[in-house]
């Protein structure tokens, strides 16, 4: 494939998913001229890049490459479970029992974006969960790494316990750690929702609270129309 060819097959990704360059170099930790000088066959991504930018995009490097390819049924590939926003708040053998579905993404994609295959989790917000609307639409879909988080990454993105109605549930939010005061300070992209603080109980552990790290989303495809 010829850069252009590349660039192209990006440009077409990205538009089938309705994102504008800057939101794709958002989710991929790219500048939006970066994205567009690919686009346009100018710039050639490292192989790391190229990784971060498919699974910006929900999609395989051979994907965007144009390559055929068989991960799926191959010992590349491991199975992730798809689950409900409430369900990614319960310990694993919880996320067994109540999964939606396997979805099989490819074990080096998953290792060229920092998350431990076997750690990956799928999570599918609810249409309600509006709080990072200005980022994240309600009803995306979430890559979760539920890698044990022992840090915080100052306004990363993370999937976080919560508890309302007496039900556990999870809610997705930009954190801000304040490791002297022990307070986790909650920040959402939507300005009707205030900063939230929690402050963590000695000996607790951050990852009584944090689920993991949102890697990359993808918003819910359009509802098609009956001809």
Not at 10 to 28: E, I
Not at 128 to 145: E, F, K, R, W, Y
């Amino acid at each position: 494939m010829t850069t252009r060819e590349l660039g192209v097959s990006l440009r077409d990704a990205r538009q089938r998913l309705g994102l504008s360059q800057q939101a794709l170099a958002d989710r991929a930790g790219v500048s939006r001229n970066f994205v567009a000088q690919i686009e346009r066959g100018e710039s050639v991504p490292t192989v790391v890049t190229l990784g971060r930018l498919a699974a910006a995009l929900g999609v395989t490097v051979a994907g965007l490459l144009g390559e055929e390819t068989a991960s799926a049924g191959t010992g590349d590939s491991v199975a992730v479970p798809l689950v409900a926003d409430r369900i990614a708040a319960g310990p694993p053998l919880y996320l067994a029992d109540h999964m939606d579905r396997l979805e099989a993404l490819p074990r080096t994609l998953l290792r060229s974006v920092g998350v431990d295959p076997e750690q990956a989790v799928l999570v599918r917000l609810g249409t309600d969960q509006d709080s990072m609307a200005d980022t994240i639409v309600p009803g995306s879909t979430l890559l979760v790494d539920r890698t044990p988080v022992r840090d915080v990454t100052p306004r990363a993105i993370y999937a976080v316990r919560e508890e309302a109605g007496g039900e556990h549930g999870a809610t997705v939010k930009r954190l801000v750690l304040d490791a002297a005061a022990r307070v986790l300070i909650l920040l959402s992209d939507n300005p009707a929702y205030l900063p939230r603080a929690i402050r963590l109980r000695a000996g607790q552990a951050l990852g009584d609270l944090i689920i993991g790290r949102v890697v990359w989303w993808a918003p819910p495809a359009p509802l098609r129309r009956n001809s």
